[in-house]
């Protein structure tokens, strides 16, 4: 079986009113974003491959995550993602390349939350994934293709809320 990492990341923290799909980060957004991308430099989850939500705030947060990383993966922006449902999540997951073996899902809640829910399982998601919020990521092994999604084994291996700071919450 091949072996995968899949990152779910919640985009930071975004100003509220406007148009949903331009509502931009807020300076603790931003930074939380950026201290998210210090995590996954520091935790060993550099990606090879990124798809994002189109979202003003997920591009924002992939962009500010991404400059703390050592690399620059392949980053697809997929309106699926915005779309918010576990369903399309997953959709977008089966086409990654399967030849990745770390990827990130940056997008919103509750599609994100649901799908980090659904990969753990309900037991180990009551206690260990919380509410899931803003600038949370929650990492997963996964034994199977990406193609396999959700029908692979997954196990929860990190889950962090990052906030600029003050380190990040696990």
Not at 74 to 94: C, G, P, T
Not at 160 to 170: D, I, M, Q
């Amino acid at each position: 079986m091949t072996q995968h990492r899949l990152v779910l990341v919640r985009h930071a923290k975004a100003e509220q009113g406007g148009r949903d799909r331009d509502r931009e980060l807020t300076r603790r957004g931003h930074a939380d974003a950026a201290a998210a991308g210090e995590w996954l430099a520091a935790n060993g989850a550099v990606p090879e491959a990124v798809v994002v939500s189109p979202a003003r705030r997920t591009v924002q947060t992939w962009e500010a995550a991404a400059e703390q990383i050592p690399s620059s993966p392949d980053v697809r922006y997929d309106d699926r993602i915005y779309d918010n449902s576990v369903d399309n999540l997953l959709a977008a997951l089966r086409e990654l390349d399967p030849a990745t073996t770390t990827a990130i899902l940056v997008g919103h809640n509750p599609s994100t939350h649901a799908l980090a829910v659904r990969l753990a399982g309900r037991a180990a998601a009551a206690t260990e994934l919380g509410e899931f919020p803003t600038a949370t990521l929650a990492v997963f092994d996964l034994d199977g293709e990406w193609g396999e999604l959700p029908d692979v084994q997954a196990r929860l291996v990190a889950v962090a809320t990052c906030r600029a700071g003050k380190g990040a919450s696990e």
